[in-house]
Structures are given as C-alpha cells and as structure tokens.
C-alpha cells in the first residue's frame, strides 16, 4: 500500500511524532481514547474482544491489528467494517504528502507499519471514534503504539521472539511490551507472566505503573470448552482477590463479578485473553466515564465476548475432513494451541501439515508439534515459507518413528492430506504459522494462495 520499506531508518518516535502534528492528530484525544494490546501471543484475539466490548457499550470503537489474514484493509476497522478502499486512498494521499515534506527535512525514511499507524489514527479521528484499541506490532518500547499514550494497557504473553529486537531473556521481552504504558497508568498482564511477577512489579514502579495479573487480581474459574465455544466465570475489582489454581487464598466482595461469560473463540488461552480484553475495558471506562450503570456494563462484556469472530484461532475449516487450523507462530503459544485441539476435538486419528516461516526456529516450532502425530506433511508457505525437506528434516528429528511426507506447495499439501485423511478417516491439524494456516485455508476453500498479499 505504500512504496516504502516495512521498517523505516532506525528508532521512529521522533518523525513519526512529527507526523501525527503534520495530520493534525490531537494526540491529548489520542491518549483519552485508546488502550493498547501488547504481547507474544493472543494480541490480536484480545484486541478484538475488546473492541467488540466497546462496540457492545454503544461506543464508535475503532481497531487497529496485525498482520491481515486476506485483506490489507482487515487492519483497520471501525464498529467491526473494515475501512473502505476510497477512504484508504484519500488517508493514504494525505499521509504520503506529509511523510514527504518530513522524510526531506530530517533525511529519515519512513516505515509501511509507521506510515500505517498514522494512516489508523487519521482515520480514527475523522471518523470521530470514542474507543479504540491498539494492537502493537513488535514491543512496546519503540512501536508506533507507544506515542498513543495509552494508560491502560496490556501484556497477554510473554515468548521467546523477536529476540534480535526485544532482548534474549523473558524479563527484558516483558519489559520492552511494558513501556507501551504511560506514566501512572495500569498494565494487565496474562497468565504466563506471573512469573516474571517481581521483575515487573519493580520494573514498572517508579513510573506510578500499577501491575496486576490474571489468576492473581484478576478471576478466571469454572472454565468449560467444547467446539462450539467456551464459558468461564470472571471477577475483578477493589478490593482485590486472590486465587491459586481451585484455591481461593483471599476471597473478599468485588465490584465486577460476572457467571458464564461466553467466547466463540476456542483454546484454553482464550480464558486469559478475554478476562484481559474485560479489564482493559473496565479501566478504560472508570477512567473516562466512571459512575455508568452496572447492568449496562455487564451487557456489553456478555455481547462483546460473546459476539467476537477472530479467523485462525483453532478454526474449523471444513468438516469433511474435519480440519482445523491455527495460525499461532511461536513455540508457547503452538503447544498451547494443541493442548486446547486435543481436548476440545480428542488426541485420536490426526495428520499434522506443518511448516515455519524462513526467519522463525522451525525446529523449535516442528519440535513442538511433530511428537503428537504419526502422520505428518512438511510443506512451504509461499510467502516466506521455509524449505519443506528441512521442514520434514526437523519433523523427523522430533519424531522418528512418524510417517512423513513432502508436500512442494499448499496446493500439494492440501491435496495430499486430504487423500491421507480419506481413509481410514481421520481428521487434519494444520499449524506452525500464520501464512502457512491462511494459506492453506485459501487452497482449501478453491482460492489462490499464491496471490495473497501479505506485508
């Protein structure tokens, strides 16, 4: 969409701030409008909760996520419509004048994510959106999303990625994400950073930043899951409560405590995303509109969660074979993933398609997949998916005893699974990536995977 590099020329604070002015962005509006979604993994399901939570209150809600699955306007959408293609034209002309005249005064190149991100925020604005939400790209300290300002925030997880950027350790992965908070404002961390609890706690208290954790301040309990969805009950508020597995350590009355809050999306890290997703929006709205009524509150969690459609997370494709696929990408959230397969749809008769991207670990990747199946299809992405036969080679390493083939391409892969499936039936997985899981869901539906646009 824009003739200009994915990454612009070093840190983009600066010239992208100047940006913002040159659109006229009021970034005080900016600041009092938005939260932002950080994280490893579950980003952009949580992002979508959240939105479909403002929408739900009544808000004109815009959102901002990525990557897209198969439209490059997927990424910016208000009341859940993507933005239409004049309106991209008419910000996309605005936003390359100024990049311009700004990119010749401080002899700066811009990035297509930076140019983007303001592209959002003018769309935003002009719109005249009450709510939006903020899925970051890569961190927190120095993605676009920080110069938003936001003071409720959030961390879903924290894995190894990125590693070359955000650091080689979990605490210095955490905190990168973190610093996409404002001063004095509040950071919902996800389940799996309860770990790194006194790091982050210490990290971020000389910035006024208070921390609070899911299963620690914040509820999740009596979670059941099926293929058609999942329930969980939530509570959250001040005084805080305390809770350890089935074990409530310090149970005392809460503000917000709601039963059999339901999700279409499926796996067990939805529990955690969607009870983020509330939070995020609770904070949010104490913030700008405190004293609303609590019945119109819980209506909107009710709607909002129950309501959210987020494509690639454990979908279900087609039902003859059954076949699932999911486009998480790094090693914690793919074993998660599975996990959640295995109890929702059983452990029995699967065939793994699989594949990494060129620039991902695909044998961490694989090696977290390949020991659950003894049928597997090593095949490639177009787009920037790496070499099957090293796919299969890694497959084969993490379980020798398995049955593996090489697909040359999707449209292979699909074929080729489908006649392994046939007989005896049995049912496909298809996960290692997220151009991997779209494209094979395009080939599988009729459509072209090579002509996808991926950025």
């Not at 209150?57 to 208000?78: A, C, D, V």
């Not at 950071?187 to 309860?194: D, K, P, S, T």
């Not at 339901?262 to 939070?279: D, H, K, M, P, V």
């Not at 998660?336 to 594949?355: C, P």
């Amino acid at each position: 969409m824009f003739d200009l590099p994915k990454y612009g020329d070093g840190v983009c604070l600066a010239r992208l701030a100047e940006l913002l002015n040159e659109l006229g962005i009021r970034r005080v509006w900016l600041q009092r409008s938005s939260v932002v979604v950080t994280g490893s993994n579950g980003k952009g399901s949580t992002a979508a909760m959240c939105a479909a939570i403002g929408h739900a209150y009544g808000l004109r809600t815009g959102l901002f996520t990525s990557p897209h699955l198969l439209r490059f306007n997927e990424r910016i959408r208000i009341d859940g419509v993507e933005i239409g293609d004049d309106a991209f034209a008419r910000c996309k002309q605005k936003v390359e004048a100024a990049i311009a005249g700004i990119s010749q005064q401080r002899g700066e190149k811009f990035g297509a994510f930076e140019a983007l991100f303001a592209l959002a925020c003018l769309h935003f604005e002009e719109s005249r959106c009450e709510f939006i939400v903020f899925e970051a790209g890569i961190g927190g300290r120095y993605d676009p999303v920080r110069l938003v300002g936001a003071r409720q925030t959030c961390v879903t997880s924290v894995d190894y990625e990125h590693v070359e950027l955000l650091g080689n350790t979990l605490e210095l992965i955490a905190s990168d994400k973190s610093d996409a908070c404002a001063n004095g404002g509040t950071i919902v961390y996800g389940e799996n950073c309860r770990g790194l609890r006194q790091h982050l706690t210490e990290y971020n208290r000389h910035r006024g930043i208070t921390s609070l954790f899911v299963r620690d301040e914040i509820g999740i309990y009596g979670e059941q899951a099926s293929a058609s969805g999942q329930r969980f009950d939530y509570q959250f508020g001040n005084p805080h409560y305390r809770r350890s597995g089935t074990r409530v350590l310090d149970l005392v009355p809460v503000h917000h405590d709601y039963r059999g809050l339901e999700t279409r999306l499926l796996g067990t890290a939805q529990f955690n995303n969607a009870a983020i997703a509330a939070t995020l929006f609770l904070f949010w709205l104490e913030r700008s509109r405190p004293h609303k009524a609590p019945e119109r509150i819980e209506a909107a969690l009710r709607a909002g969660l129950r309501e959210t459609q987020w494509p690639g997370r454990l979908e279900v494709i087609t039902q003859d074979p059954l076949t699932v696929i999911d486009v998480g990408h790094t090693p914690d959230g793919i074993r998660q993933s599975l996990a959640s397969l295995k109890a929702i749809h059983g452990d029995q008769n699967w065939i793994l398609v699989t594949g990494a991207s060129s620039d991902k670990k695909a044998g961490e990747i694989v090696g977290a997949l390949a020991p659950s199946f003894d049928t597997i299809v090593a095949t490639a992405a177009y787009h920037k998916g790496a070499n099957p036969h090293d796919i299969a080679a890694a497959a084969r390493l993490a379980n020798p005893g398995a049955e593996i083939h090489v697909a040359a391409t999707i449209e292979d892969a699909v074929r080729l699974a489908d006649a392994l499936a046939a007989s005896p039936k049995r049912k496909l997985y298809v996960a290692g990536g997220l151009f991997l899981a779209i494209e094979y869901a395009t080939a599988a539906r009729g459509g072209r995977a090579q002509d996808l646009k991926f950025f």
